[in-house]
């Protein structure tokens, strides 16, 4: 069993920047691929990042390419996901979530919401005009 915490979420200007952290207990996330995701009002929850168990490999979704970030340090099990150029459409609950199933390849990023079975509470995002 896997438990997950969001927390760096909260208000901030366009072009502004933030440091998701989402913490990891309960049993070591050395050998889980990492992600997020996010879900804004009104729509369905989408895939925004994920990084290999290793941390050698990285995947962005085509809207947060060169504008975020996502790394993990396994010595503190924890995971992190650096926002900068926050536009108003990035406004969204994000979701911190690990896959079980990321021993398999040391440069596996799963991308589906399916190919994750634990995830947090989610923490809210809201980036003004």
């Known amino acids: 069993q896997v438990q997950l915490v969001e927390s760096g979420g909260g208000l901030v200007q366009a072009g502004g920047s933030l440091r998701l952290s989402c913490a990891a207990s309960g049993r070591s996330i050395n050998t889980y691929a990492m992600g997020w995701f996010r879900r804004a009002p009104g729509k369905e929850r989408e895939f925004v990042a994920s990084?290999?168990?290793?941390?050698?490999?990285?995947y962005y979704v085509d809207s947060v390419k060169g504008r975020f970030t996502i790394s993990r340090d396994n010595t503190k099990n924890t995971m992190y996901l650096q926002t900068n150029s926050l536009k108003p459409e990035d406004t969204a609950v994000y979701y911190c979530?690990?896959?079980?199933?990321?021993?398999?390849?040391?440069?596996?990023?799963?991308?589906?919401?399916?190919?994750?079975?634990?995830w947090g509470q989610g923490i809210q995002v809201t980036v003004s005009s």
């Open positions: 979530a690990a896959a079980s199933t990321g021993y398999t390849s040391s440069t596996l990023t799963p991308r589906s919401k399916n190919e994750y079975d634990y």
């Open positions: 990084i290999s168990w290793s941390g050698s490999t990285t």
